[in-house]
């Protein structure tokens, strides 16, 4: 049942910290700031990485992408209805990863099959033990989030994140800041609780309930959480949404930027990136469009927004996972103060078995 809940999403959303745990149990070792996940023994470190999935798990291969490419390893992510059926880059001693919460999405199962097809090692990153993806697939890495009963992907793409720094920190055998990661991963369930308990998402929302039209923004690990933002905000609002990356404002979207569309604006750290990102913020102001800020206070964004979502400070790496958390929230209750169908929300299947 929902356990008291209006609605399993907001159940799930709340399950994030056990979840993740789950996902974490036994795999980390603080003392010496490693990681090891039983199920990857038997995996190499891969010359190059591709990712295939769809929707959110999309967006989580995203930022897995980055992870790789930190430690010198090429890396891409690509949609899978496109991988299937295109003359894909399947790369002759490269890795490819399905990243799929079901393990029975079609498109990604064409991907898997026509990477195996052509010779490529598959490894599933999945939640479904047994699923079709974690058979087919030469090896799985389960997120272990438990089951997801909304159609609208939360804590299983917070568990994908959490997994894919697993597999990346396995793969490509640590960093020089290992143990710093094996902090933040730590950390990340309590600082979930602190977001969840802290929250102002709400009453947020309840200024812009008449607006039609909003944008996400964030760049390098906060683009796909600009992109993951706002698909989960259309799918359960049925209003319109869009993610970019901070930097393409400028090449088309800003002629859609008024005082009637709010922009949520990403913005964890104080490096080049925030900097950058706070540039496209006041790009943004100067179009009278309200500002919300998702920000971990380390730089002076909040100067520049109307309102702020707060995020605890932590590893540049999990950071983007508590301000998806925010994000998520936002959709929820704007699609619950618009009295939608958060669990089934409109044409949408949770499992899509069709390509
Ligand atoms: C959105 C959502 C979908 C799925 C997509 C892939 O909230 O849930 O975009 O992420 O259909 O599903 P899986 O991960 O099962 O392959």
Known sequence: GKSGYDHYMLKEIHEQPTALRQGLSGRLDELSGTVTVEELDDVGTPETVHFVACGTS???????VEL????GIPAQAFLASEYATGPAPIPESGLVVGVTQSGETADTLSALREAQGRGAETLALTNVVGSTAARECDHALYIR???EIGVAATKTFSSQLTAL?????TLTNGGVKSRDLVAGLRDVPGDIQQVLDQTNAEEIVDKYLSHESFFFIGRGQNFPVALEGALKFK?????H???FAAGELKHGPLALVTQNTPVFAIVTGDDERARKTIGNVKEVEARDAPVIAVTDGKSDVERYADHVLMIPETHPRTAPMLANVQLQLVAYHMANRLGRAIDKPRNLAKSVTVE
């Open 165 to 169: 720094n697993l597999l990346a920190e």
């Open 58 to 64: 999309y967006h989580a291969a995203l930022y897995g």
């Open 68 to 71: 790789f490419r930190e430690a």
């Open 235 to 239: 799918e359960i609002t049925y209003e």
């Open 145 to 147: 989030s438990g089951p």
């Open 241 to 243: 949404a869009e993610g």
